[in-house]
Each structure stands twice: as C-alpha cells, then as structure tokens.
C-alpha cells in the first residue's frame, strides 16, 4: 500500500520538472531570438542615423557653397574689370583672369618656365649673354624658408656692364611670372661682369570641386579611425 501511493506522487513531481524544464527551455530560446532582433535593430538604427548624419553634413557644405559663390561671381567680375590685369593680358582677345593663371600656373612645367626666361625675360638685353640656365634641377630651400610648389633655377649671365646686369634683374622683377631671387654672387673680371643668381618661381596646383559617392559600410559605426 505505502508503495503504491508514493508513486503517483513521484511520477506527479516528475512531470512537474520536465514542465518546468520546458517552460524555461522555451523562455531562454525567446529571450535569445529577442536580443538577436534587438541588437540587429540598434545596428540598423545606428547605420541609418549615421547615414542621416552624412547626408545632413553634405547639405550643410552645399548651403555654405550656395551663399559664397554669389560672392565669388562678384568678385571674378570685378578682376575682370580690373585695369592692372587687362593692361598685362599677353592678347587683347584673352580675359582678365587669365594674367593670374599665367603668374601662378597650375602644373610644375619647367619647360614652359625655361623657355620663358630664355626667350622673352633675358633675351634682347644689351650686352648680356646667358652662360647657364637650369631649371627644375636641384632643389634649394627658398629664403622663406619651405620648398613646396617652388620651382628653382639657376643663372650664370656674362655682361659688359653694370646697367645690363641691372637691366636683366628689373626684367625678372617685371615679370607676370613670380621669380623670388635667393642668392646672388657678383664678380668683375677683365671681360665685364659675370652674375650667378640663384632663384625660384611658384606654381599652385588646381583645386577640383565635385560631388562623390561615400559607402557607409554596416556594422563598422563604432569602430574608432
């Protein structure tokens, strides 16, 4: 007797730990696949405020471009009607502006530059002959002191005179083209003059401006650059 009614009572207990069991089995598996959903929804909520803070960050550039070029506009259109610029325009058919492009050009050509001395700056000089010119070799620290978008040359000239030497440095100095002089030697001999000059001219590389595409790679937002 005793043992049939402690089984029951068993079997009851037992049933009641295999319930629990699969209740907690089944209640983990839930919290599980809501923490999964949950942290793929914060990644999308951060990808997207991320994508919304580049889109917003693009705008604002474009508004800020919006409200100087007004400004720009006007202010091309006054170098154009500058009297300085058009008075040192190579031809009567080119603009204004391109004076400026001509003193401070985009690209490093030292051809351009070389042949520019040779046949317009130094040439025709009373008395004046070039015994070397050398442009684009080795780079001189100028006297202000950085190297950056600076072209050297270097000049050996022989003159009869004074005057010509003198005629030659107020040429450079004319020059549209800018030419900052970083050394000069001066000696006299039984022919005349002969000057050694060290110099350099300035080049600016061109600014683009254009729209691009930027990926926002997922899953990458709080990884530190």
Known sequence: MPSQVISPKRK??????????????????????????????????FFKAEVVGKMTETLNILKDNNKVSSTLTSNIL????????????????????????????????????????????????????????????????????????????????????????????????RSIRIIDIDSFNLERNDEGYVATIGAHAYYQPEKKVELTQKQVPEGKKNEKK
Not at 22 to 38: D, L, Y
Not at 82 to 108: H, Y
């Open 78 to 173: 006054v170098l154009e009607a500058n009297g300085a610029l058009n008075s040192a325009k190579a031809t009567p058919e080119e603009k204004a502006l391109q004076v400026v492009l001509d003193a401070l050009p985009a690209d490093r050509n030292a051809l351009s530059l070389g042949a520019s001395l040779q046949q317009n700056l130094l040439t025709d000089v009373d008395g004046l002959s070039i015994e070397l010119l050398s442009v684009d070799g080795e780079t001189a620290t100028p006297t202000g002191g950085s190297s950056e978008n600076t072209i050297p040359i270097k000049l050996q000239v022989k003159a009869t005179s004074a005057n010509a030497i003198k005629d030659m440095l107020l040429r450079l100095e």
């Open 12 to 45: 009851a207990i037992a049933d009641s730990s295999r319930a629990m069991f699969m209740w907690i089995a089944a209640m983990s598996a839930v919290i599980g696949i809501c923490v999964v959903v949950g942290i793929a929804f914060a990644k999308q909520i």
